[in-house]
């Protein structure tokens, strides 16, 4: 999931997201890169929060209230959401400034600018790209190929270990 925490289609994905963590479990990772568009000023600010809170192992928990209340990331507004995580706030606010969460974030925009990603929320699957906040279905559909594909190449004998590997040799490297 390429994504923006101000924009407001990102934030109507996460129902979503939640949804098919329900439904499929174990069998869904997500992974989160960060896009903050430029015309969203406190979108990198909450990227780099939420990069300090994830040093935590308090990701999801910001992520959840960056989303929830995104409308309000002011500088004090997200230390108050990162409190609220559960984050330690003196190592928080350490963390925030450090070059390497930069990096991070901007590694993350460089991926996205590579793989054709151009706005949020962007969205790939095995390799298989869905642009915005789309219904559960479409996301289901996707998801349910390529289970299906992991079921057959496990079947004729690829181990579980390089499956995801395995997989990804055929994906596009963009859209």
């Given at each position: 999931m390429?994504?923006?925490f101000q924009c407001p289609f990102?934030?109507?994905a996460q129902p979503t997201i939640?949804?098919?963590e329900r439904r499929y479990g174990s069998d869904l990772r997500i992974v989160v890169k960060?896009?903050?568009?430029?015309f969203h000023k406190q979108a990198r600010p909450a990227a780099l929060a939420a990069e300090a809170?994830?040093?935590q192992g308090k990701f999801w928990e910001l992520h959840e209230l960056l989303y929830e209340n995104n409308r309000s990331l002011s500088d004090k507004d997200i230390l108050g959401w990162?409190?609220?995580a559960g984050c330690e706030m003196s190592r928080f606010r350490s963390d925030q400034s450090k070059a390497t969460l930069a990096r991070r974030v901007d590694d993350d925009i460089a991926l996205a600018r590579r793989v054709g990603a151009r706005g949020t929320p962007a969205f790939f699957i095995n390799g298989r790209f869905l642009s915005g906040a789309q219904a559960e279905s479409a996301f289901a559909t996707v998801i349910d190929e390529e289970l299906a594909e992991a079921d057959r190449r496990i079947a004729s004998g690829t181990p579980q270990d390089l499956l995801y590997e395995t997989l990804m040799k055929g994906a596009k490297p963009g859209v």
């Open positions: 390429i994504t923006d990102c934030k109507r939640r949804a098919l960060h896009n903050p568009l430029a809170a994830h040093e990162a409190k609220k």
